[in-house]
């Protein structure tokens, strides 16, 4: 499968390594752009690149970010995405600040989605 992983991170880093392990095709994608992403390409066999590419992935997308960072991503690329789009991600107020639709009931990834 062709896979994007969006955050490099302890999960991201962790499932690109298994991923192309597997015989996957991953792209990995972090805040900061590919150039940053040397060490991890080079330990994991994903290839470095920027979110967009990573979000224009064919089979899989891998959200492994902060909830805060998720304003952040490039929506009419995920929405226009035929691919399966996993979050990764947990809520954390202490880390990600108030997010009232979650508070008021959505859970995490429906908010993702949203
Ligand atoms: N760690 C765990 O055991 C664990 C388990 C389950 C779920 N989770 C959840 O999974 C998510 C990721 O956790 P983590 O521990 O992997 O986090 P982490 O180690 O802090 O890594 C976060 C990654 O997100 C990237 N990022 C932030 N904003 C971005 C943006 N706008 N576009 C692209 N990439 C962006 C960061 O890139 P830069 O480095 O360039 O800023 C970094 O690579 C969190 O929601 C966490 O709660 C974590």
């Known amino acids: 499968m062709e896979i ?5 991170g ?5 499932l690109a390594g ?3 392990a597997l015989g996957h095709q991953v792209m990995i994608a ?6 940053s992403l040397g060490d991890i390409a080079a330990k994991t066999g994903a290839t470095a690149v920027t979110t967009e590419a990573a979000a224009g992935a064919e089979d899989l997308i891998i959200i492994a970010i902060p909830n805060k ?5 490039p929506k ?3 929405s226009a995405s035929k691919a399966t789009i996993v979050d990764a991600g947990n809520y954390y107020p202490s880390r990600d600040g108030q997010i009232d639709d979650i508070q008021g009931g ?4 429906e908010w ?3």
Request: cysteine-free.
């Open 106 to 109: 959505l859970t995490d990834s």
């Open 69 to 73: 960072a998720i304003v952040n991503l």
């Open 18 to 20: 298994y991923l192309t």
């Open 30 to 35: 972090n805040s900061r752009g590919p150039k």
């Open 10 to 14: 302890n999960i991201g880093s962790t």
């Open 4 to 8: 994007g992983i969006i955050g490099s």
């Open 76 to 78: 009419e690329i995920l």
């Open 112 to 114: 993702v989605a949203k």
